[in-house]
């Protein structure tokens, strides 16, 4: 394997590690009420929109595994849930314009909407009203903070580390004019 | 020409779909699993769970000492106040311990308790278990039960040598029998999908005393937690038109987003002698 795509898959899994060990030892003290921002979601989303589809499922499932195993809960939930929406992101960021903020606040909030949905279908065996209460109570402001936090997350880490952007703005090409 | 010519690229699209295909269907399989399946995974467990205690721990020290920084900014107006009543308590417990000998009672246990920081806290969406940094060479067994100044946190249900797993009592999975301190009255809290953030309160006649404001402490009788911590204050309350049945929201006392510490207390002697027999199986604690 080449020097800089070992260097490549190391960073991105530091870059989600350690967004892993924040939510699970910082994030909490912040939280308003029940909502809290997702980091390891909004970490994942950044690196959805910036790889293919088949490396984002591979890292959503490992990144869910990861949050299933640690803390003992129903093992497969995390898994399932981040390994549907690393996909979905990384196919849906393909037609979008992903450079800009406001689609990537855009794609953060509807993720976390999404991700709920699922886990808390798995998490109440589909209750339809029991989901939607939990959607309003918990989700909505948990998807405001993530889509606040998350691109906070990013940039800092990015440029403590300097690492490559998501998206890179030199790769935008404009169609040539006819 | 070539075989390989004939032959369209495979497309990266369909890639994707059979990767997430793979692995939805198993994680789908791991949920789906029964405890006494998932056994194989406990090794594995155990090493994430002591990597995760080790970096959360050192990199969480920052916010536990915001934490615990504005508790000592409250708690110091109180210190005043606190060996007055540390007296009177002091005077009051001699006085149960007279009175229960003069009535043949049995004496109550006295605390076996260790103080834990919380050094990790669950990373999905509710996150109702959190981590602490005593395990078992510290004593602790399962069934201990976790509190604070606020009042009842939860239950050890996993113990590994250097520190445990808190189940909190708003885990789906924690009942608590408790007791409404103004009127007396026996219920069960517990989470429940309808009311994600707060606890339900069961097994209420619809005419009990009950009203908005009343404070709710544990009554002991589950098997479990000893009886009056403090537990929560009612929230809401009405009466269900279709059912007829009463629907009482909890407030927990404690902020559990914002735990940094935990006193650790051993299960009374007489609920783990009770539970050992096997006469008695709490179906609620």
Redesign the interface.
């Known amino acids: 394997m080449r020097k800089e795509v070992v260097v490549e898959i190391l960073t991105e899994a530091g870059y989600l590690l350690l967004a ?7 994030v ?4 308003i ?2 909502m ?1 921002a ?1 980091l ?1 979601l909004g970490a994942l989303v950044y690196v959805s929109i910036s790889k ?3 490396h ?3 890292v ?2 490992l990144v ?17 849930s981040k ?2 929406l690393a ?1 979905l992101v ?2 849906a960021s393909r037609s979008t314009f992903k450079e800009r903020y406001w689609t990537q606040l855009v794609l953060l909030l509807s993720t976390v909407m999404l991700h ?1 949905l699922v ?2 279908g ?3 065996g589909g ?1 339809v ?3 939607g ?2 959607l309003l ?3 909505v402001g ?1 998807a405001v903070l993530t889509a606040l936090v998350s691109p906070a997350y990013d940039f800092i880490i990015r440029r403590v580390f300097s690492l490559k952007g998501p998206v890179s703005r030199e790769s935008v090409t404009l169609p040539r004019e006819q | 020409m070539r075989k390989s010519d004939e032959l369209p690229a495979p497309s990266p699209r369909y890639g994707s779909l059979k990767a997430a295909a793979v692995c939805l269907a198993f994680s789908f399989l791991m949920f789906v699993l029964k405890p006494d399946d998932a056994r194989w995974l406990s090794t594995p467990r155990a090493g994430l769970e002591s990597a995760v205690v080790g970096l959360t721990g050192t990199i969480g020290w920052v916010p536990r000492l915001i934490v615990l920084a504005e508790q000592s900014r409250s708690l110091h107006s109180r210190v005043a106040t606190d060996p007055l009543l540390l007296e009177n308590l002091e005077a009051l417990r001699q006085e149960n311990r007279r009175l229960r000998n003069l009535l043949g009672l049995a004496q109550r246990d006295e605390w076996n308790a260790v103080m834990a920081e919380v050094v990790g806290k669950e990373t999905g969406r509710l996150g109702t278990i959190i981590l602490v940094n005593r395990g078992s060479s510290s004593g602790v067994t399962e069934g201990w039960i976790a509190c604070s100044p606020e009042g009842l946190v939860g239950k050890v249900s996993r113990v590994r040598e250097t520190f445990s797993q808190v189940q909190l009592i708003t885990n789906y999975n924690s009942p608590v029998s408790v007791r409404v301190e103004r009127s007396g009255v026996e219920a069960v809290v517990e989470w429940t999908p309808a009311l994600p953030t707060k606890l339900s309160m069961k097994f209420v006649q619809p005419d009990a005393d009950l009203k908005t404001g009343d404070v709710v402490v544990s009554s002991g009788l589950g098997g479990v937690y000893p009886a009056g911590l403090r537990v929560g204050r009612v929230t809401k309350v009405r009466v269900d038109q279709d059912s007829r049945e009463s629907v009482i929201e909890v407030r927990p006392f404690v902020d559990f987003s914002r735990l940094a510490v935990v006193l650790l207390v051993a299960p009374e002697k007489i609920k783990v002698e009770m539970l050992e027999s096997g006469l008695f199986a709490p179906d609620v604690d």
């Open positions: 892993f060990v924040l939510q699970a030892s910082v909490s003290y912040f939280a009420g029940e809290k997702d390891i293919r589809p088949m984002s499922t591979i959503g499932f869910g595994v990861l949050q299933d195993m640690g803390f003992g809960g129903w093992i497969g939930i995390n898994a399932f390994c549907l996909l990384s196919h709920d886990y808390f798995f998490l109440y209750g009203s029991q989901i209460s939990a109570k918990v989700s948990s």
